[in-house]
């Protein structure tokens, strides 16, 4: 696949969605389901980032019909499939299909398999019993949880039936329903539920995809939320709220604004007024940016108000989307320069790097420490105001340099064996010793990018094994402030062989495969929408993103592109591989 980039670039470029198309789409989303059925897993000031997320109250309603006498089982499995879309009634005519054990048992929202196109029945193996096959798209778990499926997949399922009264209706299928994907995308919403990274300073989205009413769509979200992080981030965030802490009844009504959470009284009333601070911070953004209706949260105890402390017990907002400072960093003439959008400057007190042929710049949160690539990218080297280059990381084919929030460098290896390493850079790298991992995902992959999030949870990873390119995000588990594992990953859907990437916004990123002579176009990945490609150019070798899609920049061996609108224009010459902070 790698051996055929311009045969995949067409290939991809076919099944692309156009920014134009993305700027005047609105997707109708409604939270529907009278509990919390879920399925599997900003731009800077002036500017409009194309790419809002898709959260409406619009309410619509689909039509179930009931089994007609004398139908046929491929009849009642078809009925019973298109029943799926049942949430607002908790599934009464999708249950007639069933027979009267099997409908109390049948649990409708422990999985929902996404399909495309449609689905065929088929007798199966055994009497009266039929296999339902269609191509998957994607699987929601319990907690909404999304996993997409790998392209072309098809999956199967059995079902068995027996007659009732003379009339056939299923007496064995799985858990969960199975949705087309048009009736998915109109009755899930994606909902950020937001945990704190360990320093209780940043807000980390957990993406869910959830359903309900709107009379219970909070509901829903504080379920969801008091179930803890998704696995991929188990260990890499933290939540305010105790562990096994849950609702003491099943709604979270919203009066004049005011979301009334009752939780049960005895874990609420054994957490500090602070730990309570901080889990209303906690359920506040989340709640405000998945609805329109709330703008404060109350926890109850009892039907109680609980003591949540005075002005001087608050607790600072959680950062969301942490910004990333304007300036890049850049190399001109193999020298690190500074470039603000318009200017591009030297780097007071940086001595000259040239004769490490440098590539690959990064800078840190602080605008302090750079870091670059060299020796045939088999080191890293650290470099700040005041003090002479050091190694910081040595290793074999390692991705572009990373800097986390909190000033360590990162790079993986590319020669399979799995090894990520990160370094405190915070005060140079002079007799300090990197944390080395073996991450078991990665042992046999092609690593070619890694760049951690803006909220220093998460990383982005770019790998590819026989062929195939996969993007991922994993949660970073720390040990105080140093690396201690990176968790298993979430895969984002991508088409083409992508090696490049780089955070967009706290849930998206962009990625690429570097050309120097085929057009190129940028990615933008994420995990609340469909992927949609910017505009091509020709000869783009890198890029980089400040905050938003409005800030990606494609980049060329001499030229550095800005989006306007729709299209690219040139902001700048004479410089390579501008990055911004991280």
């Not at 919390?36 to 194309?50: E, R």
């Not at 800030?551 to 030229?559: K, L, P, Y």
Request: hydrophobic letters at 40%; proline letters at 6%; glycine letters at 8%.
């Amino acid at each position: 696949m790698m051996g055929q980039r311009l045969a995949a670039n067409r290939s991809s470029r076919a099944r692309r969605k156009g920014v134009a198309a993305w700027l005047v789409m609105v997707v109708v989303v409604l939270f529907t389901a009278a509990a919390c059925a879920a399925i599997p897993i900003s731009g800077p000031v002036g500017k409009s980032d194309p790419l809002a997320p898709r959260n409406n109250s619009v309410n619509i309603n689909f039509q179930q019909f009931a089994p007609v006498e004398g139908a046929s089982p491929e009849s009642i499995i078809s009925g019973f499939i298109d029943s799926g879309t049942g949430i607002n009634d908790d599934y009464q005519v999708a249950r007639l299909y069933l027979t009267a054990g099997l409908a109390q048992s049948w649990a409708a929202d422990k999985r929902t398999l996404v399909y495309k196109n449609t689905f065929s029945v088929a007798p199966g193996k055994e009497k009266d019993s039929y296999e339902v096959t269609f191509d998957v798209v994607s699987t929601v778990d319990a907690t909404g949880v999304l996993t997409p499926a790998a392209a072309n997949a098809k999956e199967t399922i059995e079902m068995k039936l027996v007659q009732v009264g003379g009339q056939w209706r299923i007496s064995e299928t799985p858990d969960g329903v199975l949705l087309a994907d048009a009736n998915f995308q109109t009755l899930f919403s994606p909902v950020s539920l937001y945990f704190y990274d360990p320093t209780f300073t940043y807000g980390v989205p957990d993406v869910r995809w959830l359903t309900a009413r709107s009379s219970r769509a909070s509901t829903a979200i504080v379920k969801a939320m008091l179930g803890g992080p998704a696995p991929y981030l188990k260990g890499a965030v933290v939540s305010a709220f105790p562990s096994g802490i849950s609702l003491e009844r099943d709604s979270v009504p919203v009066n004049n604004g005011v979301a009334k959470v009752g939780l049960v009284a005895q874990p609420l009333l054994e957490t500090s007024v602070r730990q309570r601070q901080q889990m209303r911070a906690q359920l506040l953004v989340t709640m405000q940016k998945a609805l329109n209706t709330v703008t404060d949260v109350q926890f109850l105890a009892d039907d109680r108000e609980v003591d949540m402390g005075g002005s001087s017990d608050s607790v600072p907002p959680m950062i969301i989307d942490n910004p990333v400072p304007s300036t890049q960093v850049a190399l001109s003439k193999n020298e690190l320069v500074n470039f603000d959008g318009t200017q591009i400057s030297a780097i007071a007190n940086v001595g000259p790097i040239a004769d490490l042929a440098p590539s690959a710049p990064a800078v840190s949160y602080s605008g302090k420490q750079y870091a670059f690539l060299s020796s045939g990218g088999n080191r890293i080297y650290s470099v700040a105001a005041g003090r002479s280059p050091a190694t910081a990381i040595s290793g074999v084919a390692l991705t572009p340099p990373s800097f986390a929030p909190n000033g360590w460098l990162w790079s993986a290896e590319g020669d399979g064996s799995g090894t990520v390493m990160a370094i405190n850079a915070t005060n140079g790298v002079k007799d300090v010793t990197p944390v080395v991992l073996t991450v078991p995902w990665l042992v046999g992959r092609h690593v070619t990018t890694l760049r951690i999030s803006r909220d220093g949870t998460r990383a982005l990873v770019i790998s590819d094994a026989g062929g195939e390119t996969q993007v991922s995000v994993t949660g970073i588990v720390k040990a105080g402030e140093a690396p201690k594992e990176l968790t298993a990953p979430i895969t984002l859907p991508q088409a083409g062989t992508p090696t490049l990437g780089v955070w967009v916004g706290d849930t998206s990123v962009a990625v690429m495969e570097p050309s120097a002579t085929l057009p190129v176009a940028i990615d933008v990945l994420d995990l609340t929408r469909d992927p949609v490609s910017l505009s091509e150019l020709m000869g783009i070798e890198w890029l980089s993103a400040g905050s938003g899609v409005r800030n990606v920049h494609a980049q060329s061996a001499t030229e550095l592109f800005t989006l306007i609108g729709n299209n690219w224009e040139v902001s700048t010459k004479g410089l390579r591989q501008a990055s911004f902070a991280g």
